[in-house]
């Protein structure tokens, strides 16, 4: 048999272009079979209560990274999580923090997105291609592993205790995406780009709270990140002060 | 008024391959109804053909076998001199993605990995994990970031532009500011994947509504093969969510309730690594004949996992076994998967050559959208993410050839008046009557999954058509609740309705009058192929007054003669 339950959905409204309405909670009551996720829940609301509720989504099924979000105080993707699992018939939605409302439950993403750029999140080469592949053991591999499964959806970014009073700080997920590369065996940055990194608005910003971790729907760990590229920071300082490296170009 | 060399539709890996491609000589713009890394194609789990000849067991591959083996699975009806194209182009393009820094899996010497995949003689599918789609895309944005390709993340398009069989450029809606905006362009790519939401059942994005189809096609624009569409044999139940062909290729068997193996009376020689739409139909067949397992969201199988054992499954399977948990709370280490078929991928989409070129000067297609066609009747697992990365690339052959020799000016007049048009569609959808675009929808797919389904036949195809202009009509009288125009997703939703019952009506039409039973289209009322009279791909064209006007052309034939299809 299949149950449904009724619930009740708080959930958070504000239009940024409409700036005199204050933000506030609207409440739906809507029956809900059990296994149903809160995204699914969302677009019925949508579709049968009130068409002018804005939500991002896309996959559904936790890998596009769309649907980050507060449910019931914790940051979570709405898609991968089931109704049923909180154990009281009330669910609180609000937008992800630290970053703008454009409208409910959609935040703006841009400054997500510049840090991202910033850390030029993409592999560099200066050797020519090989004709095949660049050869990589699994080890080098797996030690990127972690990093590549982040989805990109800034949970992390919304949980960072340090982004909330610093806003230009880089934040958890570029770092994971930085390190990406520098672990990538194949990857041949010069040590200098990481400069940019060097200093309070970067890896020195962190307070290692572990926000960013309990917030990770894909187990990224990027405090890991961070305090690996703080290590690679510092044997570089320790290279440059010897004289060891010759960080060409 | 904004202007671009090249304007490309779609920030999946079809789109953003072809920007990466053309944008250090041209002034590119890519436009995408959501941000590029929430496309589709960051979904695709199982991995991407080549015959790169890596593995111990495959060292004799070659692209050559890599096109016979599409080419027997797309049931002789794929474009031969495409296929041979896509397979020889693969391994350059896989080759390529690793050196942009696309992380495969390895083998233990430090090559791209590669497992058996259904359909395949060899093992070519290179992979990363279950999250093939998730790096190649990230790859390629992580390309697009480093050349700086100019996006407009969350823009729609409204429609395109054409005259005289020239294309102008597209009209375009800005979800954020509401705004409709023309844009100019001397070349449009459509990159807008599959519509796989046509469907009840389907493994798709929420987001995968073929609107594209549906717009180039409604600007005149002949789309091909829209009949063949492919059922994915291994779904979750309830939620669709997909459980890659990689569990099989990996090892993983299918159960009925008997406790049997059941492919062996199927097809004993591939057994569970038989192609697509030969194992979705046996598993329909088990379900129908009373073999599955019942389960409130539904009649299931089981895909069982466990004599892999944990190791295995976490190393190669690890994010299967994380959608189980999820989504159905099931560990595959211990229980097996609930599964059925559903809905999955569009063989058919814009009609395009092996250039990318459509029937109209200046407009291009590539990726799930398009129909070249390299998958014919029925796609082969890992060859989808391989056709958008191929005819991505090759796409910006065909237009940077175009923009070379060509000097044909796009007219702004032409936008300004198909802008007030839409206007006035957006309007009407804002102030209209009384139904609800989401019923609709509902109704539609519906159809669509009961008699145009895994088995198909006269009278229930019949009964689709007639749904379908009822439909029609019905969405005249379509009403959305709020009036903004910004961040108002249930008026995407109407807008986007509007294409998709076209495309439908397409897949019914093409599907109604196919009269044999051929890779994924199998009619229970005609049960063989006829390649007598039906070697032939359609081509469905919108008429003066609104309806399909079908058309037929002869499929290319190198060096394959048609046989018939044994595993
Ligand atoms: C769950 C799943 C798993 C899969 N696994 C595999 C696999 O392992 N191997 C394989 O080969 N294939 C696989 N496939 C198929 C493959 O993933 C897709 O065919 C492929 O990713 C399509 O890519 P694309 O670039 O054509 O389109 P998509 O990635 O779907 O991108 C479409 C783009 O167009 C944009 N868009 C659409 N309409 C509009 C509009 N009107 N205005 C503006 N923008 C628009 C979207 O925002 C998006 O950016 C899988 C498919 C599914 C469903
Ligand atoms: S690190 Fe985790 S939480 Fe942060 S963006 Fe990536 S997947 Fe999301
Ligand atoms: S909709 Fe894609 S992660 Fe939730």
């Known amino acids: 048999m299949i149950t449904a339950n009724e619930y009740t959905f708080k959930i958070f409204r504000y239009d940024m272009k409409e700036p005199e309405v204050r933000p506030h909670f609207r409440s739906y009551r809507i029956k809900v079979i059990s296994g149903l996720t809160v995204l699914m829940t ?12 804005s939500f991002r989504s896309s996959c559904r099924s936790a890998v596009c990274g769309s649907c980050a979000m507060v449910i019931n105080g914790k940051i979570d993707l709405a898609c991968r999580s089931q109704v049923a699992s909180f154990g009281d018939n009330t669910i609180v939605l609000e937008p992800l923090p630290n970053l703008e409302i454009i409208k409910d439950l959609v935040v703006d993403m841009t400054p997500f997105w510049d840090m991202y750029e910033k850390v030029k999140p993409y592999l560099i080469r200066k050797s ?3 004709e095949k592949e660049i050869h990589q053991g699994e080890d080098e591999r797996k030690r990127i592993d972690q990093n590549v499964n982040c989805i990109l959806c800034a949970s992390c970014y919304g949980a960072c205790p340090v982004l909330s009073r610093t806003p230009d700080y880089i934040g958890p997920a570029a770092f994971a995406k930085l390190e990406r590369f520098v672990l990538d065996s194949r990857d041949e940055r010069p040590l200098h780009f990481l400069e940019g990194i060097n200093n309070e608005k970067g890896v ?12 990770c729907p894909k187990d990224v760990r990027p405090i890991d990140s961070i305090v690996g590229l703080r290590k690679t920071l510092l044997k570089y300082k320790a290279k440059k002060i010897f004289g060891i490296t010759k960080d060409e170009d | 008024m904004l202007a671009h060399d090249v304007l490309i539709i779609g920030g999946g890996l079809a789109g953003l391959r072809a920007a990466v491609g053309l944008c250090d000589k041209y002034d590119v713009g890519v436009l995408s109804k959501v941000h590029p890394v929430r496309s589709h194609s960051i979904a695709a789990q199982g991995g991407i053909n080549a015959a790169l000849a890596n593995s111990p067991d495959g060292r004799d591959d070659t692209w050559k076998k890599h096109a016979f083996d599409t080419i027997k699975g797309s049931d002789y009806l794929a474009d031969q001199s495409a296929v041979e194209i896509m397979c020889r182009e693969a391994i350059k393009v896989v080759y390529e993605m690793e050196h942009w820094g696309c ?3 390895r083998f233990p010497d430090g090559s791209i990995a590669q497992r058996p995949f259904g359909g395949a003689d060899y093992p070519r599918t290179c992979y990363s994990a279950d999250l093939t789609g998730h790096v190649l895309l990230n790859t390629l944005n992580e390309r697009a970031v480093a050349k ?6 969350e823009w729609f398009v409204l429609a395109l532009v054409t005259d005289n069989d020239v294309c102008h450029g597209v009209i375009a809606f800005d979800l954020k500011s509401g705004e409709i905006v023309p844009i100019l362009a001397k070349t449009t790519l459509f990159a807008t994947g599959g519509y796989g939401r046509v469907y009840l059942h389907s493994t798709n994005a929420l987001i995968n509504t073929g609107s594209g189809i549906g717009i180039a096609y409604k600007a005149g624009v002949p789309i091909k093969d829209m009949e063949f569409v492919q059922f994915h044999p291994t779904a979750l139940i309830g939620t669709n969510i997909l459980i890659t062909e990689a569990c099989r290729g990996e090892g993983g068997y299918l159960i009925n309730k008997d ?5 062996a009376r199927y097809v004993p020689n591939a057994m569970e690594l038989a192609p697509r739409d030969i194992v979705s139909r046996s598993i329909q067949i088990e379900i129908d004949e009373g073999r599955g397992f019942e389960h409130p969201l539904g009649k299931y ?11 295995k499954i976490l190393e190669k399977l690890p994010g299967i076994r994380n959608i189980c948990i999820d989504f159905i709370g099931v560990d595959p280490i211990l229980e097996p998967i609930p599964i059925m078929p559903c809905q999955h991928y569009s063989m058919g989409g814009i009609d395009t050559n092996e250039k990318c070129e459509t029937n109209v000067s200046g407009f291009y297609a590539a990726g799930e959208c398009a129909c070249v066609s390299v998958h014919g009747a029925n796609r082969l697992g890992g060859n989808s993410l391989l056709d958008t990365i191929v005819f991505g690339k090759l796409a910006c052959l065909a237009i940077d050839e175009h923009l070379r020799n060509n000097s044909a000016k796009p007219d702004e007049k032409l936008l300004i008046s198909k802008k007030e048009e839409m206007e006035k569609k957006i309007y009407k959808l804002m102030y209209g009557g009384n139904e609800k675009p989401y019923r609709i929808l509902v109704d539609l797919s519906k159809t669509m999954s009961d008699c145009v389904g895994i088995f198909r036949e006269k009278a229930g195809i019949e009964q689709a058509l007639m749904d379908i202009s009822k439909i029609k009509e019905r969405f005249r009288d379509v009403h959305v609740n709020s009036p903004k125009l910004y961040m108002n997703y249930e008026l995407l939703n109407a807008i986007e309705l509007e294409y998709m019952l076209e495309v439908a009506h397409t897949i019914a039409i093409g599907a109604y009058l196919r009269e044999e039973s051929r890779g994924a289209h199998f009619r229970k009322d005609f049960n063989t192929r006829n390649d007598t009279d039906w070697l032939k791909h359609t081509v469905a064209r919108i008429g003066k007054d609104g309806e399909p006007v079908i058309s037929y052309k002869d499929v290319v034939i190198t060096n394959y003669q048609p046989m018939e299809r044994k595993y």
Request: some cysteine.
């Open chain 2, 148 to 153: 700086g390709v100019r996006v407009y993340s």
């Open chain 2, 301 to 311: 199988i089981n895909l069982d996992l466990r004599h892999l054992g944990a190791p």
């Open chain 1, 204 to 215: 020195w910003g962190c307070d290692t709270m572990l926000r960013c971790i309990d917030a």
């Open chain 2, 259 to 263: 406790d049997e193996r059941f492919m």
């Open chain 2, 103 to 105: 992380p495969f899996s």
């Open chain 1, 128 to 130: 020519p291609e090989p």
């Open chain 1, 42 to 53: 969302l677009l019925r609301i949508r579709d049968e209560i009130d068409g002018s509720l």
